[in-house]
C-alpha cells in the first residue's frame, strides 16, 4: 500500500487566521466606520457627493443673506460648521455607520441631505438635496454610494487578507 500525507499546518493557519477574524470583526467595524467618517469629510471639503457629482449651487436668496451677514466666503452646509462636526462614526462588534445632526444641526441635517420643502407654511422653500454622507436613494431606501461601496469591500478584503498572515 502506498500513503501520500499532506502537510496542512500552513493551511491550518490560514484558516485560524480567518476564523479569528470572523469571531471578532469589530476591527473591521472599526476601519469601516472611520472610512465613512473620512468619506463624509471631503465631501464637504469637496461640496460634492461621494461620487463626485457637484452640489447644488446655493439659491440667490441664500447668497444674499450671507452677504448681508458677511458669510459669503462660507461653503455650503457650513456657515456654523454645526453640520460638518456632528457626522461622527459608530461601531460594535457587528455594526458600523455614520451618524449626523446634533443637538444645534439636527433640524436640518435631514433636509440637507435629502432636500425637500422647509421654511414657514407661508414662505416655504425647496433645498436641494446636498449628500454630505456618502449614500444614494430617497431616505426610505438609502444606500451606500458606489464609490463607498467599492472602498468598503477593499476593506474587509484586506482585513481578512491580513488574517492570512497574522498568525
Known amino acids: 500500500m502506498f500513503e501520500v500525507k499532506v502537510n496542512t499546518d500552513e493551511l491550518d493557519r490560514y484558516l485560524g487566521g480567518i476564523i479569528g477574524r470572523l469571531d471578532n470583526p469589530e476591527p473591521l467595524m472599526a476601519k469601516i466606520s472611520t472610512e465613512l467618517v473620512s468619506e463624509s469629510e471631503q465631501q464637504f471639503r469637496d461640496e460634492k457627493e461621494s461620487d463626485g457629482k457637484p ?99 477593499i476593506l474587509a478584503k484586506d482585513y481578512f487578507s491580513d488574517g492570512l498572515h497574522s498568525d
Not at 56 to 62: E, Q
Not at 100 to 115: K, N, P, R, T, V
Open 55 to 153: 452640489w447644488p449651487d446655493l439659491a440667490p436668496s441664500t447668497k444674499e443673506w450671507r452677504r448681508k451677514k458677511g458669510k459669503e466666503k462660507n461653503r455650503k452646509l457650513q456657515v456654523s460648521g454645526a453640520l460638518a462636526s456632528s457626522v461622527q462614526g459608530y461601531h460594535n462588534k457587528t455594526e458600523a455607520g455614520v451618524l449626523a445632526g446634533s443637538a444645534d444641526s439636527e433640524d436640518y441635517a435631514a433636509i440637507h441631505l435629502f432636500g425637500g420643502e422647509a421654511g414657514r407654511i407661508n414662505s416655504r422653500v425647496l433645498i436641494p438635496a446636498r449628500r454630505y454622507l456618502p449614500i444614494k436613494g430617497d431616505p426610505d431606501n438609502a444606500e451606500l454610494s458606489d464609490s463607498v461601496s467599492q472602498a468598503l469591500l
